[in-house]
């Protein structure tokens, strides 16, 4: 069989090659690329044109400028300067010569006597402003009476939980009179204020639950609300107004969703005398606020 080649005929009947024709092709694009923009810059202003072409240069500068790194000069001591140098270096005193701290942290104050509300320092009567004692009990002759007769009884140790040195009778005498004072069916004691509120708190409120509390609860509060895994929700210190303002908007997201709110419990955790501020809670209008909003 015959094998016919055919060419590619021109305008005049000349044979061109396909790759001359791509080339011209190419040219012909980025000569009308380079017109158009041409006259694209012909019309902008001059400071567009300048700006970009300084922006430009100042681009092309940092991608061709080196980086350098500085670097410490090297000091180089002759033997006779180090020996210098050595013999003027004097060192200094571990402890000051002239104390900078108070002198009292050398000669503590010593507390005389009974810890109660006032003190007795160095044979001076002072007012103590870091006692726990705000009921009084520190001091009371019939408290002191019944300490020592219980001394005579039970004798002493060292403390510990009723978990590991058991129950005895005045365990439970106690509970069952807080219980009758309370009105209450029954009463449990702790043997520790900071694992009462601890573990008290998440034993009621769960996850999912709301927690309204002043802000200036104590520490044992405060980690028993993270315990819970609720929601907290801060008013401020002993602000009735600031509560109700809190408990008003948790009615309104109720009155929205029905149905969660008939599984979500609210509670309200105040102290009675608060630790870090000595002041008392507001009680009658806690109460008014509790019945109110059905807390």
């Known amino acids: 069989m015959a094998r016919v080649e055919q060419q590619q005929c021109g305008p005049e009947g000349s044979t061109e090659s396909?790759?001359?024709?791509?080339?011209?092709s190419y040219f012909t694009i980025y000569l009308t690329k380079g017109i158009e923009i041409l006259e694209y810059y012909t019309k902008v202003p001059?400071?567009?044109?300048?700006?970009?072409?300084?922006l430009?240069?100042?681009i092309i500068r940092l991608i061709t400028s080196k980086t350098f790194r500085f670097r410490e000069q090297k000091i180089e001591l002759t033997e006779k300067e180090e020996e210098e140098l050595i013999e003027e270096w004097q060192p200094e005193p571990l402890v000051p010569v002239t104390p900078t701290y108070?002198?009292?942290?050398?000669?503590p104050k010593?507390?005389?006597?009974?810890p109660g509300h006032s003190l007795k320092i160095d044979d001076k009567e002072c007012l103590n402003f870091a006692t726990f004692n705000f009921l009084g009990f520190v001091g009371n002759e019939k408290i002191e009476d019944t300490a020592i007769k219980s001394l005579h009884r039970y004798g002493v140790g060292s403390c510990g939980p009723r978990g590991f040195y058991g129950t005895i009778d005045v365990h439970l005498e106690l509970e069952e009179r807080l219980a009758k004072f309370m009105r209450t069916e029954e009463a449990i004691l702790y043997s520790y204020g900071f694992s009462t509120i601890a573990s008290v708190i998440p034993a009621y409120s769960k996850r999912g639950d709301v927690i309204f509390c002043d802000k200036g609860v104590s520490f044992a509060i405060q980690k028993g609300l993270v315990a819970s895994r609720s929601r907290i929700?801060?008013?401020d210190h002993n602000d009735m107004d600031d509560l109700e303002r809190l408990l008003f908007e948790q009615k309104e997201k109720d009155d929205k969703n029905p149905k969660k709110a008939c599984v979500t419990r609210r509670f309200l955790v105040v102290e009675g005398i608060y630790v870090n501020y000595g002041d008392i809670a507001p009680l009658p209008k806690l109460i008014e606020l509790k019945y109110k909003y059905k807390v």
Not at 18 to 24: A, E, R, T
Not at 46 to 54: G, I, P, S, T
Not at 102 to 107: E, K, R, V
Not at 110 to 114: A, L, R, T
């Open 18 to 24: 396909p790759y001359y024709l791509g080339q011209l």
């Open 46 to 54: 001059f400071y567009h044109v300048l700006f970009e072409a300084v």
């Open 56 to 58: 430009v240069l100042w």
């Open 102 to 107: 108070d002198l009292d942290a050398i000669t």
């Open 110 to 114: 010593v507390v005389q006597g009974k």
């Open 233 to 235: 929700m801060w008013f």
